[in-house]
């Protein structure tokens, strides 16, 4: 995908330091590490939601403050506009994009209760039932494995447990098949994909809540090829939990977040090597402390920076 070598970061919403819902806007220019120019405020405050782009729009989906609208960022009038609705109120959900023309949107708060539910959003704005969640869960991560597989781990399920469980979704098939558990339970967990030493596809799970306690340090890590877990690298900020993962330059980066030990808001960005499998903090934090934003990595020559 040409999104591969999309070296900027939008950083939407989410809540800041005192619990505060936020409007905030900023953009990261990860290549040149150095902050872009500040950009338009959101409508309304929001968070708990997804931001992502699909065919030639950016979206925010969703989220507490604005549950049910979809909000695409107008860059050529620098404007954030209302292009529709989702069928319910809708927050905490998952995504994950294997193909440039749809995203698939799963589980959260969707109406009053956690969801099975998925929804496949095309890019040109159409919206399809997708496969069922092996069940109903909020608070997961997922990723695209390749062009045919989704990977999930974690969550909460209908009764409030923590879950270990992880899964894989062969689109093709529209099967969903049970893989081994991770290690802990994690809820408001981070995951995204790397190649590790010997060039296996690999999953990095970070943070969470178990018993709605920070998990610590301890990170996991799944093998594709192999389908086994291992323990990955503790973790440079040691209780994290509702922050955002996402890839740049074959590395992985953890953006901001919250640590309930001493009640405080992240700005910090920390980024994972894969070749050393290390952690190291990236020279930039973010403008405003905050968790459970939209993140997205936006296209090349849209915004000056």
Known sequence: MERLAWSKFMIIGGRATGFSPSADV?????????????????????????????????????????EVDITSYNYENRSWESIGTVG??????????????????????????????????????????GPDLPEANDGFCACGLDDNHIFIAGGKDLDGSHSRTSYVLDWASQQWTNLDPMALPRYYVECGTFLSTNQELSVLVVGGLRNNMSIGPHTEIFNWPQRTWRDGPDFAYP??????????????????????????????????????????????????????FGIMKIPEGIIDC
């Not at 294997?98 to 095309?122: C, E, H, K, R």
């Not at 994290?240 to 996402?246: A, D, G, Y």
């Not at 330059?249 to 050393?276: E, N, Q, W």
Request: contains cysteine.
């Open 26 to 66: 900023e953009v990261i220019d990860m290549a040149n590490e150095k902050h872009c120019p500040i950009q338009p405020s959101l409508p309304t405050v929001r968070f708990g939601m997804s931001s992502f782009v699909l065919g030639s729009k950016l979206l925010t989906i969703g989220g507490i403050g604005n």
């Open 88 to 129: 319910a109120e809708w927050s905490d959900y998952s995504i994950a994009q294997i193909q440039d023309s749809w995203i698939l949107l799963m589980g959260g708060y969707y109406g009053v209760d956690a969801t099975g539910t998925t929804i496949i959003l095309n890019a040109n704005g159409s919206m399809i039932p």
């Open 239 to 292: 209780n994290i939990f509702l922050s955002r993962m996402t890839n740049f330059d074959g590395k992985l980066f953890v953006f901001g977040g919250y640590d309930d030990t001493s009640a405080t808001f992240l700005s910090s960005i920390y980024k994972f090597i894969p070749k050393k499998e290390s952690w190291v903090i990236f020279p930039l934090e973010l403008n405003i402390a905050r968790r459970d």
